[in-house]
């Protein structure tokens, strides 16, 4: 089933070997789509007959289709191999899907092409698909192999480059362009999968780009020299920076640390919203833009194709015709194609979702801890777990340099906002539960607090930073009043989250220091047992550390003033 053989061959559709059976309420694999009854069920080749099996199956299931042709290895280009597909048995027919409970509606806009497989599992035509699609899957190395599934939170690059490579991209972008960092959005995960946060990332914010490495074809890896106050997009494609150089800019700007990421060109938009049918857009006013070729009435409009990627790409039109602009509409794009992704059929649809999973695969260019089917399938699974209306997109402050070409960070809103993505603090309110939790974290920060030269607490640097522990008790001693403080040197290990341990007795000094050190509910960890008098609590600084005298927590609301919209809100429309 090789990519060159797409639109030939009798207009071949793998989905349509799957037929839905009304007497049975099943979809059945159907080899012989002209046959009046069902094949038998068919199953995975047997280990040692797999090669003539699978050839067997091909003359079968995929009448007058090339055969795929062996993948690439080596360097960015390298597409990602199938790897082992376990054995499989059983009846090929799966129930049809039972429409889900409002209360059920969770997926990520990755997620969606990856189910697909859940689908067409346990058959030989369902083992040729995923030949198929784990071939279209492109691969970089950045130097990072991290697990597909996280336990913790998530953070996942999406990259929108405007390279005109590819078919059908060659009137889109700068025609000289290397492909940069048009389009960048952090999608951040909450560690119980309760929230999510995409953070769109102007490409015209100035900011520093720090060193970086570049596999080369030999296999080694080459230092692209880093640049100070340059333009965020300038992170990808300028000097070879490839989408590693993008990850490390990100880590530095927001302080989170990035697990994967996912880049794709202009063809993207145009396949994937063709592939769900289209999407729905809003618009406040006429749109007339000639340079992206967007002619679009006020009110609602459902595009796809072109017209999606005019949408996404257009500023002129809408409000003060900037990039800033297009975020919010690329932001409403999205949102709407998850929404669409959940409401139209398209998971109960082995056609629409064979189209889905073909065009998401061949779309993307992936890192190496993803790069294949199966991994995309458990990262798609795991955030799927996210409820839709706790999706939140929101734009990185920024105000207009003196250019009036670029922007600068607005670090009195951006600072906030990036500590309250890295505390997993949702921009969306949560469910009861999650709440309830939260209340009671918070309950531990009320009541009487010690008088500070009553505080006993020995502290242990597990930040990672050198002398952090040491700079804290100066800190302590000097400016809180808090003079029976130690120095208890490094950790055992590096920890994420600053933690303070007491006994029941220390709670009122627990509370103390929490007001000083401006610690969250959650980094209090009562014990059971009581404290001798002049035992120490101990706080160990975690990787939330940023600096002595810098509160540790995260503001529970958003600055005023941040950009952003719900993935579930639908009465978005561009002004």
Not at 89 to 118: C, D, E, N
Not at 235 to 258: A, H, I, Y
Not at 506 to 525: C, E, F
Request: aromatic letters at 4%; a positive charge.
């Amino acid at each position: 089933m090789d990519a060159q053989g797409r639109g030939q061959a009798g207009d071949f559709d793998p989905a349509d070997q799957w037929v839905f059976n009304p007497s049975t309420g099943s979809y059945e694999l159907r080899l012989d789509t002209t046959a009046d009854t069902s094949e038998p069920p068919a199953s995975a080749p047997a280990p040692g007959g797999r090669a003539a099996a699978r050839e067997a199956a091909r003359r079968r299931a995929v009448p007058e289709q090339r055969g795929r042709r062996a993948a690439p290895r080596g360097g960015r280009d390298d597409k990602g191999g199938a790897g082992g597909v376990p054995q499989q048995s059983g009846p090929v027919s799966r129930r049809k899907p039972k429409p889900k409970k409002s209360k059920t509606k969770k997926a990520l806009i990755w997620g969606g092409g990856t189910m697909a497989f859940l689908l067409v599992g346990g058959s030989v035509a369902a083992y040729l698909v995923y030949q198929h699609l784990n071939g279209n899957i492109k691969k970089v190395d950045v130097g990072e192999n991290n697990p597909a599934v996280i336990d913790g939170p998530v953070n996942i690059l999406v990259i929108g480059t405007d390279t005109r490579s590819g078919k059908g991209n060659g009137n889109y972008g700068d025609k000289d362009s290397v492909g940069h960092a048009d389009t960048t959005i952090l999608f951040h995960v909450s560690e119980d999968r309760s929230n999510a946060t995409a953070l769109s990332i102007p490409r015209d914010l100035i900011t520093d780009v720090p060193d970086c490495t570049v596999k080369q074809e030999d296999g080694s890896r080459k230092t692209i020299p880093g640049e100070r106050q340059v333009r965020f997009n300038s992170s990808l494609g300028q000097d070879g920076r490839d989408p590693g150089c993008t990850w490390n800019t990100v880590e530095k700007l927001t302080g989170l640390e990035v697990d994967h990421f996912m880049m794709a060109d202009f063809n993207a938009v145009k396949t994937l919203s063709s592939a769900v049918g289209g999407v729905e857009v809003c618009l406040a006013r006429d749109i007339d833009d000639p340079k992206s070729k967007l002619k679009l009435s006020a009110g609602r409009h459902k595009i796809q194709g072109e017209d999606a990627l005019a949408f996404v790409r257009t500023r002129h039109g809408v409000g003060f015709e900037s990039d800033l602009d297009r975020i919010k509409l690329q932001q409403q794009f999205l949102s709407s194609m998850i929404r669409e992704m959940k409401s139209g059929g398209t998971f109960s649809n082995p056609k629409k979702m064979w189209k889905l999973s073909n065009a998401a695969t061949d779309a993307l260019t992936v890192d190496t801890g993803i790069g294949s089917v199966k991994k995309l399938m458990d990262l798609g699974k795991d955030l799927s777990k996210v409820d839709i209306k706790n999706i939140t997109f929101a734009t990185v402050p920024v105000f207009d340099n003196t250019d009036q070409v670029t922007v600068l960070l607005d670090k009195p809103k951006a600072e906030p906002l990036f500590a309250m993505v890295r505390q997993d603090v949702s921009l969306t309110e949560v469910k009861k539960k999650e709440k309830a939790a939260k209340s009671k974290e918070a309950a531990r920060l009320k009541g009487t607090k010690a008088d500070p030269a009553n505080v006993r607490v020995k502290v242990l640097n597990g930040s990672g930073k050198l002398g952090a522990a040491q700079e804290t008790v100066t800190w302590m001693q000097n400016e809180e009043g808090i003079i029976h403080s130690t120095n208890g040197q490094n950790a055992p290990s590096d920890i994420k989250k600053t933690t303070l341990e007491y006994a029941p007795n220390q709670a009122d000094q627990a509370r103390r220091l929490a007001d000083s050190m401006g610690l969250p509910g959650s980094a209090l960890k009562p014990g059971t047992v009581e404290a001798d008098p002049m035992a120490e609590m101990t706080l160990t600084l975690g990787e939330d550390y940023k600096g002595k005298g810098v509160p540790i927590t995260a503001p529970r609301k958003a600055p005023e003033g941040v950009q952003r919209i719900g993935a579930d809100d639908k009465n978005v429309c561009a002004k």
